[in-house]
């Protein structure tokens, strides 16, 4: 099996098209059509049917994407190992990971990581859970940093901590006035607030509107964000209340004289923030390391 090709044909079924994946990979579409017809020549057994929009694999060309992406594999974690034994401790990292996430984890994890592998580059790509997710699947990023639920058989999933959902208030909220700080609530205690929301898609929109129905709430919903960092902070100024991650509340230790966090009832299910790779991935000595240091990574405490 031609390597070359190989990615090529892996190209040509992430994309859905010959066309698109000419154009993610710089090359003319004559030209790739060529590389494929040649991988399929070579094979013995057309690898796309090219009636279907987007375009599909045949059987054989099933077994051939299995093989390619084991092939793909082998020499990549061949060329990591030549790496390490030639270079030792420099390399590459590509590293995907949420902004926020990344808001969170970097500030502590980098300064350090450098400081044990200053040959080494991390390279960041700032995607969603999902994305970076599927960019580890598809080998196009080395680990990732997703907060899920493992999911794929094909990873291999580190839990660096489990994430709970929290009601984020304002001092003056009626809540605040009549509930202790850290008290554990039903959400029906906040029925007659007003509410910051994440917008619909994001995870925590979704168990949201589940507890929502469950104790039949029809929220007052101010102001809907994408960011849970622009949510927390406009709560906290507009006297208002949010669902929140409890860990996005500890990373702004600056805000916590302003608000007050009551752990819900009735919540399950809770997600867990994971470092995951291929499980057929080589592991170098410096990835190794990064890993270990999320997974001891410092929490603050919350006051």
Do not use: W
Not at 79 to 107: D, K, S
Not at 134 to 162: F, K, Q, W
């Amino acid at each position: 099996m031609n390597t070359k090709h190989a990615q090529y044909v892996l190209t040509v079924l992430q994309e859905g098209s010959i066309t698109n994946a000419a154009r993610k990979l710089f090359v003319s579409q004559p030209s790739l059509s060529q590389m494929i017809k040649l991988a399929e020549n070579n094979l013995g057994a057309p690898i796309f049917n090219r009636n279907t929009d987007p375009i599909t694999l045949t059987y054989a060309g099933q077994k051939y994407v299995e093989a390619a992406k084991q092939v793909l594999a082998i020499d990549s974690n061949l060329a990591r190992e030549i790496e390490e034994i030639t270079h030792e401790e420099q390399g590459t990292i590509r590293l995907g990971i949420p902004v926020q996430r990344a808001m969170q984890v970097m500030p502590y994890v980098f300064p350090r990581f450098r400081k044990l592998f200053p040959m080494v580059k991390l390279e960041l790509n700032e995607f969603g859970s999902a994305t970076v997710e599927n960019m580890v699947l598809e080998g196009a990023l080395d680990l990732a940093c997703t907060t899920t639920s493992p999911r794929h058989e094909e990873l291999h999933y580190t839990l660096i901590e489990n994430e709970e959902l929290v009601l984020l208030s304002g001092r003056n909220t009626a809540i605040a006035k009549r509930i202790p700080s850290g008290t554990e609530i039903s959400i029906s205690e906040a029925k007659g607030e007003s509410f910051i929301s994440s917008k619909s898609g994001h995870s925590v929109r979704t168990t949201q509107d589940r507890l929502f129905a469950m104790y039949d709430i029809q929220p007052d919903i101010l102001l809907e964000t994408s960011s849970i960092e622009v949510a927390k902070r406009t709560t906290i100024a507009s006297d208002g209340v949010m669902i929140c991650p409890i860990n996005y509340i500890e990373m702004s230790p600056e805000l916590h004289p302003y608000c007050c966090i009551y752990p819900i009832k009735g919540i399950e299910n809770q997600r867990g923030f994971y470092l995951c790779h291929r499980k057929d991935f080589y592991l170098t000595k410096y990835m190794k390391s990064f890993i270990q240091l999320l997974t001891t990574m410092e929490k603050p405490v919350l006051h």
